[in-house]
């Protein structure tokens, strides 16, 4: 490789066919451009949609309920179904060693909500302490809803940071100050923040004690969210979910007197069931994008083959004067390699370096919906290059080895 004269002749063939040689590195290098972008956007779905479920707890059970659309046991379609406190008091005493997290939600329907005369256009739930970890909120100033507010029926309240900014003073802080809920006076002893970003910090919460009582929900609770206890791998978290969504849909079914086959009366929704399609999807996707990349590349190394087969064939004379004057097999096939793996390695390189830098500029950017940082790993895409380099020797070794089995007497009398 460090042979002057040899590399002396790989330049003056280039400069010679210099059109040739920039459409055939242009395949190539194209070929690796399209790989690394399409494997950056493969990785930037994946982001996308992990992100997308970061917004709750990654293994959340959510059940809510509808109306029946099936006779069963002499019981007419049509009925509401409605969850009750003892529905779930029963599954989180069933299901304890399987639960990490739990909370009733009951939406209080109606509700005005004022401050110093100010109407405040949001949803009031109330929810138990364990919402906190279902929702993914995190605390900015005081603190959450606790188990004392719960027992003794709190006028207590907890504000997003949303709110905050939009009904409160820069300087101001909201704890300690008191919120009109319907007429009735609640203090505010927390602001909280969601990780989803802004369009989860839509609602104000207070303890679901307090709002079945002061707000006439009686034993009602509008859905009921769940979280199961970690597991040691993601798909034996997956089987756990299903396991335990289809135990708690049974027992529903059964205890409202609901026909199995009912999809709408009682719903069941899991996260990481939602998941694991979503991650599958992504993973195929990844996949056909590999085919897609790697079959452009394959165009290219084809292209550097036909390349150095018109070489070789322009050299042919040039190829016999060599072996007439002693020039070894050996010798004549690392002349064609060469050059095959110099233009393979040029190009190459310079797809690499192009894509890279186009997802380090324009990926952070990038935010759309399922399409976050479209990114690609460094020493992946690296040894994709080299495959490609290792790919273009293949390619220039059948056009020299033709070259060096050409005999001497044929090659002298080739035009």
Do not use: C
């Given at each position: 490789?460090?042979?002057?004269?040899?590399?002396?002749e790989i330049f003056d063939t280039i400069r010679k066919n210099k059109l040739r040689t920039f459409l055939t590195g242009l395949s190539v290098a194209s070929g690796i451009f399209i790989l690394v972008i399409l494997l950056g956007f493969g990785q930037?779905?994946?982001?996308?949609?992990?992100?997308?479920?970061?917004?709750?707890?990654?293994?959340?059970?959510?059940?809510?309920?509808?109306?029946?659309?099936?006779?069963?046991?002499?019981?007419?379609?049509?009925?509401?179904?409605?969850?009750?406190?003892?529905?779930?008091?029963?599954?989180?005493?069933r299901f304890s060693e399987d639960l990490q997290h739990k909370s009733g939600v009951y939406r209080v329907r109606n509700?005005?909500?004022?401050?110093?005369?100010?109407?405040?256009?949001?949803?009031?739930?109330?929810?138990?302490?364990?919402?906190?970890?279902?929702?993914?909120?995190?605390?900015?100033?005081?603190?959450?809803?606790?188990?004392?507010?719960?027992?003794?029926?709190?006028?207590?309240t907890i504000i997003s940071n949303k709110i905050k900014r939009e009904y409160f003073k820069e300087d101001e802080s909201p704890l300690g100050e008191y919120l009109e809920i319907s007429g009735i006076q609640f203090k505010v002893i927390g602001v909280y923040g969601d990780r989803g970003g802004e369009r989860e910090e839509n609602r104000i919460f207070i303890p679901i004690t307090t709002a079945q009582r002061v707000f006439g929900g009686s034993d009602i609770v509008?859905?009921?969210?769940?979280?199961?206890?970690?597991?040691?791998?993601?798909?034996?978290?997956?089987?756990?979910?299903?396991?335990?969504?289809?135990?708690l849909k049974k027992y529903l079914q059964e205890s409202h007197t609901v026909a199995p086959d009912d999809q709408s009366a009682i719903n069941v929704f899991n996260t990481l069931e939602e998941a694991k399609r979503y991650y599958t999807l992504t993973n195929s996707i990844k996949l056909f994008f590999w085919f897609v990349g790697i079959c452009t590349i394959i165009a290219g190394v084809v292209g550097v083959s036909n390349i150095m087969l018109i070489v070789v064939k322009e050299r042919t004379r040039e190829i016999g004067i060599r072996k007439a004057l002693g020039a070894k097999p050996w010798s004549i096939i690392g002349m064609i390699l060469h050059e095959a793996i110099f233009v393979t390695a040029i190009s190459g390189f310079t797809g690499l370096i192009f894509s890279m830098g186009l997802l380090e500029l324009l990926?952070?950017?990038?935010?759309?919906?399922?399409?976050?940082?479209?990114s690609v790993n460094f020493k992946v895409a690296v040894t994709t290059v080299f495959v490609l380099i290792f790919a273009g020797a293949v390619a220039g070794f059948f056009p020299a080895w033709r070259a060096a089995n050409i005999q001497t007497i044929e090659a002298l009398r080739d035009e």
């Open positions: 490789m460090l042979d002057i004269e040899r590399w002396q930037g779905m994946q982001n996308g949609i992990a992100k997308e479920f970061e917004a709750d707890a990654s293994n959340r059970v959510w059940v809510w309920t509808r109306v029946t659309t099936k006779e069963h046991k002499g019981l007419n379609p049509g009925r509401v179904i409605r969850l009750r406190n003892e529905n779930h008091e029963y599954v989180s005493s509700a005005v909500v004022s401050y110093k005369n100010e109407s405040i256009g949001y949803g009031v739930q109330g929810v138990t302490s364990d919402y906190q970890f279902i929702e993914n909120h995190f605390i900015s100033e005081g603190r959450y809803l606790n188990v004392s507010d719960e027992k003794v029926g709190a006028k207590v509008n859905n009921v969210s769940y979280t199961l206890q970690p597991s040691e791998s993601f798909d034996d978290a997956v089987l756990a979910s299903i396991k335990f969504s289809s135990n990926g952070p950017h990038i935010e759309v919906d399922y399409i976050l940082n479209p």
